[in-house]
């Protein structure tokens, strides 16, 4: 078979995306690929690993030939409250990487599968149940560069032929690996706030209410994707898929059943808190459950009782 190539893969998705797709197709079958940041122990061990950047053309172009690359998960990307820091490596990382990745795949005959965000949606969106087609003027640079790698991916498919596929993520909350620098986070440094201190300081107000998915869906929606039938895919590029929502007190009502002295307060960050109130509250993701079969199976209650299972395993603390 033709192997698969995962960059970003040392990063919150890529690290348990790699771990499944190794499982699912063989482990030397699954090239993964990190960019500074130091692989876990496991990754490194258990099929070939590589340090690229995914915006210079030669290693791309190098990894595809050496490995036989058939397909390649494209995670490699600066979150929302990163890129608002930086926003011409945001644009840099997120839109020329992007570029790359698709003219080396488009050489190569690679397909390509690349997240895109509930960020590209803004303030003038549909906040509730937001349409898989609509409006879409993000205000985040995380955002713009969003909405140009979905442009991008459709062109690469109608103009090449480049089999591209993408998902509107939601907030991914995991106990593998942290995420960094998204509008989100808070939604996983909360579990560690409640399991160490039994306390936590959101940066989002109480009310801020977000579209949310555990990784354990989250990755399995990459692998489903890529493994739908091209003649009943409409939308390709960018699917909403969503599993719960919920606001800051929502989830902190939740974790409370298991930790009862937990306790929430707020400082709210106004970066993150602009770039939270221009996302949607909800999204429509029937377009992925009628294409493909999208069928999430953590809601709130589900994923909460999980992550402090294993996160409290993680940390050695008991609750
Ligand atoms: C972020 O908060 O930037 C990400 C996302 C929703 O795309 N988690």
Not at 128 to 135: A, E, H, L, M, Y
Request: glycine letters at 6%.
């Amino acid at each position: 078979m033709k192997k698969i190539l995962v960059t970003g893969a040392v990063g919150q998705i890529g690290s348990e995306l790699t771990m499944l797709l190794r499982k699912k197709y063989g482990n030397d079958n699954v090239v993964a690929a990190g960019h500074r940041k130091k692989p876990s122990e496991e990754l490194k061990n258990s099929g070939p690993f590589e340090f690229i950047e995914c915006e210079k053309y030669d290693d791309l172009t190098n990894i595809v030939k050496k490995y036989d690359i058939g397909t390649i998960h494209h995670l490699a990307a600066i979150l929302s409250a990163v890129a608002e820091a930086h926003p011409q490596t945001a644009w840099n990382v997120n839109v020329n990487g992007l570029f790359n990745v698709l003219e080396v795949a488009r050489e190569n005959n690679c397909a390509v599968m690349t997240p895109s965000s509930i960020g590209a949606f803004g303030p003038s969106t549909p906040q509730d149940k937001t349409p898989q087609v609509t409006i879409q003027r993000p205000t985040s640079m995380y955002g713009v560069t969003k909405v140009a790698g979905e442009i991008l991916c459709d062109y690469y498919f109608t103009r090449f032929g480049v089999d591209t596929r993408g998902l509107r993520y939601p907030g991914l909350i995991s106990y593998v690996a942290p995420p960094g620098g998204g509008t989100t986070d808070y939604s996983v440094e909360i579990f560690y706030g409640a399991l160490e201190n039994k306390k936590y300081t959101c940066p989002l107000k109480a009310d801020t209410c977000l579209d949310m998915m555990y990784m354990p869906d989250g990755i399995k929606a990459a692998v489903d994707l890529m493994e739908a039938d091209p003649s009943k895919l409409k939308n390709r590029n960018a699917f909403n898929v969503t599993a719960m929502n919920f606001t800051p007190d929502e989830i902190a009502a939740e974790i409370k059943k298991h930790i009862p002295d937990f306790e929430i307060n707020y400082d709210v960050d106004l970066v993150k808190q602009r770039i939270a109130d221009s996302w949607p509250n909800s999204m429509d993701d029937s377009a992925a459950r009628e294409e493909w079969g999208w069928d999430p199976e953590y809601d709130l209650e589900k994923m909460t009782k999980d992550m402090l299972i294993n996160l409290s395993k993680k940390l050695n603390i008991s609750y």
